[in-house]
């Protein structure tokens, strides 16, 4: 018999061993991305795994976002680009949708998401392909892995190098949002507070690294990297007015893909998601990485409908333009109250 059990401490051992060896599961299916949705934005979790003879077979991370402007909602994940159940049999799988299910009857909550990666559920509703991911191999040897970067790309970090940026790798979070919160402010997009970055890092103390261009000694750009099984992921990042004269972003993307692929042993390079008609996502095609549509499945509840939370709807527009002309440092100040509701 499949039972379903509340994730505790004493099990985040052997749930992360699971993760680790399911090839389906992703480095945001991993327990420590519980506390991380706790202390850092206050949404309650729901983390469930199943388990069979003693042993898990299945997980499913699960948060509850709930704000007053951005709705009512049971996520997995939050503040991550995959989720789901992930599980080692039907049976398990069954088991996990099901409790997730009743979850969301038995708190009233409005909808239910699963961000998956390859595949819709079976029978549930999807949201239309607007959020892609970019992967593709590396090979861990830097001429190799140059030449496959198309040619144009493949000058830019050039002229990044021969602008004499050089760059470092630590753990700094703290430089890093430093550079992050400007560039979201510049798009018009309430910033993830520091406060964020560093539980990160306290969450994933091994799997997680700081990328820093230099130009003169001044950070020029940055990205939040993690590491998982043979990947990297680099997932936070943005640069400085003067990165994009510099090339201080190619050179920034190539110094963590020859970084993983020498010094960490990394294979996949997983670009991470953007929205299709961004430039972030053309930035990435240009990169010659193919656009992988990502499967947002759902489930509403009788008579709710699904909040459309996005930049790209229309009754944003106004407050995108309205935050733009924010002083910077009342941004930071209130950003972070406000994109809690925004995973």
Same mark, same amino acid.
């Given at each position: 018999m499949v039972r379903i059990r509340e994730l505790d401490d004493g099990a985040s051992a052997a749930w992360d061993d699971f993760v680790h060896r399911t090839p389906d599961a992703t480095f945001f299916h991993l327990s420590p991305w519980r506390q991380v949705i706790e202390r850092a934005f206050g949404h309650r979790t729901h983390y469930a795994y199943a388990e069979q003879d003693g042993a898990i077979v299945g997980v499913l991370p699960l948060a509850r976002m709930k704000t007053l402007l951005f709705g009512d909602a049971l996520i !997995? &994940?939050?503040?991550?680009?995959?989720?789901?159940?992930?599980?080692a049999t039907p049976q398990a799988a069954a088991a996990l949708e099901s409790h997730a299910m009743d979850l969301m009857r038995r708190t009233g909550v409005p909808s239910l998401e699963f961000r998956r990666r390859d595949a819709a559920d079976e029978g549930w509703a999807e949201r239309p392909a607007l959020h892609h991911t970019f992967r593709r191999a590396i090979t861990g040897d830097a001429e190799a892995d140059? @030449?496959?970067?198309?040619? @144009?790309q493949r000058a830019m970090v050039r002229k990044g190098i021969s602008n004499g940026l050089t760059s470092? !790798? #630590?753990? #700094? &979070?703290?430089?890093?949002?430093?550079?992050?919160a400007r560039m979201v402010h510049a798009l018009g997009t309430p910033v993830f507070s520091e406060k964020y970055f560093r539980i990160l890092g306290e969450a994933f103390p091994d799997q997680h690294d700081? &990328? &820093?261009?230099l130009h003169e000694d001044r950070p020029v750009a940055a990205v939040l990297n993690f590491h998982f099984r043979d990947e990297v992921l680099p997932y936070y990042g943005g640069g400085t007015p003067q990165a994009r004269g510099l090339a201080a972003n190619d050179f920034l993307y190539w110094e963590v893909m020859r970084r993983a692929g020498a010094?960490?042993?990394a294979r996949m390079f997983d670009f991470g998601r953007s929205k299709a008609g961004t430039g972030a996502f053309d930035f990435k095609r240009n990169w010659g990485f193919e656009a992988q549509p990502l499967h947002y499945c759902y489930q509403l509840r009788q008579g709710a409908t699904l909040a459309e939370n996005n930049p790209a709807n229309p009754k944003f527009k106004l407050m995108i333009a309205a935050w733009r002309r924010l002083p910077l440092q009342v941004a930071n100040l209130i950003g972070p109250q406000i994109v809690r509701g925004l995973g």
């Open positions: !997995s &994940t939050p503040f991550c680009v995959y989720g789901g159940p992930v599980a140059m @030449k496959a970067i198309p040619r @144009k470092v !790798s #630590d753990r #700094d &979070t703290r430089r890093l949002h430093h550079v992050y700081v &990328t &820093t261009v010094e960490r042993g």
